[in-house]
């Protein structure tokens, strides 16, 4: 069975903090992939990563940075400069051979101006 | 843009009631999953086809759901004599690859409110 655990419910910062979302996964296959996902106030789940399980580099994109810790079985996303349009619920989710996708609870991020 | 789109966006069927749910791929895509959001929680699992194929219905929570993909694009997920249970966003999502897991791109959801 797979499973996906965001601890974080809600976190709050102010525009220009840095803010961590934190990801533990749960999986027995030794090959599988790790996403990413935004949704924003309109609803659509927006893809912004997806690392493999052999691939443990960290990744920035602009702004973003994910840390992949195959040790801690964490998949971190770092979102630096925060800006108000950031604010949205972050999903981290997790996929094996099954191909679906197994999502956590989701962040809700709030960035105030 | 083309990206996969859903209809209706809002739904609100009376309990016991029959519903439809319509999801359009990007076109080229093999894949199409289904997923079921309830308020406040991450999207869940219902059911995966590949092409026309259905290879998962594991996550269908009652015989009262069914899904079908008969020419291998547009997607229907139907809902026989909704409860109020039933009442949750509904995501389609599709995906390029058939061997690994690509990543999935997803509609704007249907509201199904069941009153």
């Known amino acids: 069975a797979q499973k996906v655990t965001q601890a974080q419910t809600e976190i709050s910062v102010v525009e220009k903090e840095d803010v961590t979302l934190d990801c533990v996964y749960e999986?027995?296959?030794?090959?599988?992939?790790l996403f990413w996902y935004k949704q924003p106030p309109s609803g659509e789940l927006v893809f912004l990563i997806r690392?493999?399980?052999?691939?443990?580099q960290n990744e920035i994109s602009g702004r973003y940075s994910w840390n992949f810790q195959k040790s801690t079985s964490s998949f971190n996303f770092t979102i630096t400069a925060s800006q108000v349009v950031d604010s949205a619920v972050y999903f981290c989710a997790l996929s094996a051979i099954t191909r679906q996708l197994t999502f956590g609870s989701g962040t809700q991020l709030t960035v105030l101006p | 843009g083309a990206g996969v789109s859903q209809s209706p966006r809002y739904k609100v069927a009376k309990r016991g009631q029959d519903v439809a749910l319509r999801c359009d791929p990007i076109?080229?895509?093999?894949?199409l999953f289904w997923y079921q959001q309830a308020l406040g929680q991450g999207p869940e699992f219902l059911t995966y086809?590949?092409?026309?194929?259905?290879?998962?219905k594991s996550g269908l929570p009652s015989d009262r759901f069914f899904a079908e993909r008969p020419e291998g694009s547009v997607s229907t997920l139907k809902i026989q004599r909704t409860q109020q249970e039933d009442s949750a966003v509904y995501l389609c999502a599709s995906s390029f690859g058939r061997t690994a897991p690509y990543e999935q791109y997803f509609g704007p959801g249907t509201r199904l409110t069941v009153t």
């Open positions: 076109s080229g895509h093999v894949s």
């Open positions: 086809f590949q092409n026309e194929a259905q290879l998962d």
């Open positions: 690392r493999n399980s052999f691939d443990e």
């Open positions: 999986t027995r296959d030794t090959t599988y992939y």
